[in-house]
């Protein structure tokens, strides 16, 4: 149950955080996605069916808060949390550096899944330029992002198995 409790706090910190406080730091005017972040953090934890769940749940909240049309996000993050935990491996769990290939590769599918989806249903929100653009450039924030927090899970972990 304590397990549940945290990876519950965790997406929603994420979610609260990525849209209050990272929505305003942008790099050359993009920004991070936390939720995919933690999205892809919480399913390497999760069994194939919790993943599901934390990330359609995730998606629908993130539906909610951008104020989009819920389906759409809900579907993508419960696609990318099965995949996840679907190909993750014990070999990719225990070395940061592929975790964070992990990260740059499935951040850069939900963008590019998203922007496909997006031209099927045309809003006229976003190029096709300007969306393969957001899909690396994210895709490499993420990455980068995650590789102190994959250090110091990586460092936890072996100073756990010291003692």
Excluded at 27 to 36: Q, R, T
Excluded at 52 to 73: H, K, N, Q, S
Excluded at 87 to 97: D, T
Excluded at 107 to 133: C, E, F, K, N
């Amino acid at each position: 149950m304590k397990k549940i409790i945290i990876k519950i706090a965790v997406l929603l910190a994420a979610l609260i955080l990525q849209f209050t406080l990272v929505q305003q730091l942008r790099i050359f005017g993009f920004s991070a996605n936390l939720c995919v972040l933690a999205i892809i953090g919480i399913s390497f934890f999760s069994s194939p069916g919790e993943a599901a769940v934390y990330g359609g749940l995730t998606g629908i909240l993130m539906d909610g808060a951008a104020a989009r049309g819920f389906g759409v996000g809900a579907l993508l993050c419960m696609y990318l949390a099965v995949g996840v935990k679907l190909l993750a491996s014990e070999r990719i769990n225990n070395s940061p550096a592929l975790m964070a290939g992990y990260v740059w590769l499935f951040t850069l599918l939900y963008y590019l899944a998203y922007g496909l989806l997006s031209l099927a249903v045309p809003r006229g929100d976003i190029g096709v330029g300007r969306w393969l653009l957001t899909a690396l450039v994210t895709a490499v924030i993420n990455s980068v992002l995650s590789l102190p927090l994959l250090w110091v899970a990586d460092h936890l972990k072996r100073g756990g198995a010291k003692t």
